[in-house]
């Protein structure tokens, strides 16, 4: 089936700083959701996208839906060590079942 | 904690063991799904029940046998498993299994097949 992209699989980032993660589709996407997973954690639920060209906020994190609903980004700014982990997005299939994508995996450093 | 627990968190068998993983959910949500996440690839679907029934099963080899014995329990049984079967397995629960529901996850059981 379709899948989400996302990239970079790796992101090191000094603490401080600003990045951004993306999460493409060939496809329009219903919605976009993102999670977070820390080292030896599980997926944790941050946001859901839903309209095209949605940007929403959390504190430090900026979440936005692209105007074709075909691609996302998260974007962090002031990377703090509690920032470590793995982000995942995840789009909806046709049958309603999340696929996640390979998610990029964040190394903060000090 | 996201009100989904499992047991055990950690498991080591060897490939002619019976084993089952315990999932269970307090947030009264009606939708369980089992995930697999091996090392550097994508979380990858399972199974999902909705309302106790299966209503996906994602080419998963028979040697992974779920059971929904109601909306709150889910178990995965395990028989004659492959050591590429080691992996992290993550239940989860949501309200139901349509588009944009909220799953949330447990901590998983980190499996190991010698």
């Known amino acids: 089936g379709q899948q989400v992209m996302q990239i970079p699989q790796y992101q090191h980032v000094q603490e401080g700083e600003d990045f951004t993660t993306y999460c493409n589709s060939s496809t329009t996407l219903s919605n976009i959701q993102w999670y977070k997973q820390r080292p030896g954690g599980h997926p944790v639920f941050l946001i859901q996208l839903v309209k095209s060209g949605e940007v929403k906020k959390q504190k430090r994190l900026t979440f936005q839906f692209g105007e074709a609903k075909k691609n996302s980004s998260l974007h962090i700014t002031a990377t703090q060590t509690t920032d470590v982990g793995t982000y995942f997005c995840a789009r909806t299939d046709s049958w309603g079942k999340l696929q996640f994508g390979a998610g990029t995996q964040v190394v903060v450093t000090p | 904690e996201t009100g989904v627990t499992q047991t055990p968190r950690h498991l080591v068998m060897g490939m002619t063991n019976k084993k089952s993983l315990k999932c269970e959910q307090h947030l009264g949500h009606n939708a369980m799904y089992w995930y697999k996440q091996s090392a550097k690839k994508p979380l990858e679907l399972m199974f999902v029940?909705?309302?106790?029934?299966?209503?996906e099963n994602n080419s998963v080899p028979s040697r992974f046998s779920p059971e929904c014995p109601n909306s709150s329990h889910l178990f995965l049984h395990l028989h004659t498993l492959q050591p590429e079967d080691s992996a992290l397995y993550l239940c989860?629960?949501?309200?139901?299994?349509?588009?944009?529901?909220?799953?949330?996850f447990g901590p998983g059981t980190r499996l190991t097949v010698l």
């Open positions: 989860a629960s949501s309200q139901g299994d349509r588009a944009g529901d909220t799953q949330y």
């Open positions: 029940y909705n309302f106790k029934e299966q209503t």
